[in-house]
């Protein structure tokens, strides 16, 4: 045993910069498990700075200053969320309270759909099944509403979490754009003077992390956008709602689009019924869920490293158990650098000697 474990270790970690690798890698993963509640506005401020810095450096390709580019960019992400704090969230504000409102009749018109079921397909549903549904959905229903008062009582941290966003991610988010260079240069003087491994994976890592997330914050826009534009035009109550929710669904690969294709046809259900009005909504939907995973997805993420659906689902399953939703939004990232890392970590070849 100790000899397999030895050889295994001097394949694997004989090189001096894998093991300085691998040791950061560990203190990474630690650091974000322990400390990340704590460091979540950094995190987020990173992560809005690196998804920025492509138009800075489209605008110094221009020739533009490098100050001058970093608030220019930065003037126009303070403008969009602006935006989003004072016509985006109040909309959706209001159609959520009116969508509470709203939740007894709609339960009220699903029971009575549910008890038409025994008399139209007795073979396949009997009065007690429904029943049982009935009452399972109360029970949920009631834990629901027990949910939102612990959640509106306990609604001034939030609040107060908020506002901290609020302000210290804009500054973040600045001093990252402006200091890119300052803070790279810092981080490497700690870092060993041969890093031909680090240099390889992080290049590797850099296009491939800022290809995806560029390209799912702009497949959300789209899907949202178009989603909502489409719904409205249909009449379609909640649809700013449910454009938000069908933007989101598309961090979530396979899951997330069958997940949030519940509410939007209950919804519709409640809403038109069993009409035309319904059947042309999900049609729609189904074109809009086709073209996105089609046209735009293939066109966005062209340059991403393929990766099976098992791994895909397994990594959103794991890193989204871990941290949540930024675990989810980062699963098919981080298990492109394991994949990296995998595929650059060097490796001894035994001698056939060495057994012997």
Known sequence: M????????????????AVVLAVLLVLSFTAVLTLGDMLAPVLAGLVLAFLMQGL?????????????????????FIGVLALFMLVLV???????????????????????????????????VTNEQVLQAIEAARGEIGKFGQWLLTFSLSSL??????????????????????????????LSGYLPRERALMTQVAREMNQQIANYIRGKVIEIIICGVVTYIA????????????ALLVGFSVIVPYI???????????????????????IYLMAV??????????????????????LHPVAIICAVLLFGGLWGFWGVFFAIPL??????????????????????
């Open 2 to 17: 100790v000899k397999v474990l030895r050889d295994w270790v001097q394949r694997y970690f004989s090189d001096e910069e």
């Open 56 to 76: 800075v450096n489209a605008l110094e390709r221009l020739h533009l200053p490098q100050i001058a580019a970093v608030w220019l960019v930065f003037a126009l």
């Open 90 to 124: 109040p909309l959706l504000w209001q159609q959520l309270i009116t969508l509470f409102n709203e939740l007894p009749r709609m339960l009220g018109e699903w029971q009575s759909l549910l008890l038409l079921l025994p008399e139209r397909y007795p073979h396949l």
């Open 157 to 186: 941290p939030i609040l107060v979490n908020v506002m901290i966003y609020l302000v210290l991610v804009p500054i973040l988010v600045f001093f990252f754009l402006k200091d890119r260079a300052l803070i790279a240069g810092w």
């Open 231 to 242: 719904f409205a035009a249909l009449g379609l109550n909640y649809a700013a709602l449910l």
């Open 256 to 278: 997330g689009a069958v997940v949030v294709t519940v509410p939007v046809a209950l919804i519709a259900l409640f809403q038109w019924g069993w009409g035309d009005q319904f």
């Open 285 to 306: 939907y189904g074109v809009i869920q086709a073209l996105d995973g089609n046209v735009l997805v293939p066109l966005l993420f062209s340059e991403a490293v393929n």
């Open 335 to 356: 298990a492109t650098l394991f994949k990296a890392v995998l595929d650059a970590w060097p490796r001894t070849v035994a001698s056939p000697d060495a057994s012997v």
